[in-house]
């Protein structure tokens, strides 16, 4: 017999198979990896980090607007799976406080939340985050850089949703703002070295943009 995690797996490959904004299946499979890693140094309970892990993105705002209020994917998805009602609200509280929000991200109330919102930050730097926020720029129809716009500081949620920036600015904006918000010490580690790797890459982009390189 298949188990729920095979299950799960399946389905998220059908849901994002045509998803080219930097939030493919792979990088469902990273988060649900890297979260089944931590979530074994921090001793949190592993299903309930795999399920929310494989299922963070199904009912995500910007990819499923329509199932996005009441996470009727993940749930269906469960539910046909017999998984009882509190698994059931633990794992949509998880994905709820999962997102990056600027100044109103959350902290994640339960360690196995703090397990899968770190995997999915560290997912978005590194030599994979810059590659997925260049493909989001892409998909948005967003410049590489302008160097006379700066990037916007200190955004709430709203801000921060609605804000349209390049791509360059989204390192700002965003993606060096992560490493400080880390729950777990497992992931601060990963991300210092992830950081660091950024900024030498933007270090030789802006010498090769200014002509110095
Ligand atoms: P997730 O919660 O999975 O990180 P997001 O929708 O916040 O999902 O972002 C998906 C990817 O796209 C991330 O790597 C993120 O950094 C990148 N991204 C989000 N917004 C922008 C943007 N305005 N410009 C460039 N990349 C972006
Ligand atoms: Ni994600």
């Known amino acids: 017999m298949k188990t729920i995690i095979e299950d799960a797996i399946a389905y998220i490959k059908q849901i994002f198979e ?6 493919d299946v792979f990088h469902t499979l990273r988060v649900y990896k890297t979260a089944s890693n931590i979530a074994c140094k921090e001793k949190a309970d592993i299903l309930i980090v795999q399920l929310a892990s494989l299922l963070h993105d199904v009912d995500d705002k910007k990819l499923s607007p329509l199932t996005y ?8 998805f469960l539910k046909s799976h017999k998984v009882d009602e509190t698994t059931i609200n633990r794992i949509c509280t998880i994905i709820d406080e999962v997102s990056f929000a600027g100044t109103d991200t959350i902290i994640p109330s ?3 939340g703090k397990c899968v919102q770190d995997a999915d930050r560290l997912d978005a730097i590194g030599a994979i985050g810059i590659a997925r926020a260049f493909a989001y720029g ?39 703002l992560l490493k400080n918000m880390m729950n777990t010490q497992t992931a601060k580690e990963i991300a210092e070295h992830r950081e660091s790797y950024m900024k030498s890459y933007l270090d030789e982009f802006m010498a090769e943009w200014n002509g110095e390189s």
């Open 18 to 23: 045509n998803d080219y904004s930097g939030h």
């Open 69 to 76: 209020e009441h996470k009727d994917r993940t749930i269906k």
């Open 110 to 112: 339960s360690i196995e």
């Open 138 to 176: 892409g998909s948005h129809n967003r410049a590489i850089y302008i160097p006379n716009v700066p990037p916007k500081k200190d955004m709430n949620k709203k801000e921060y949703s609605k804000h349209k920036s390049t791509t360059i600015n989204h390192f700002y904006e965003k993606l060096f």
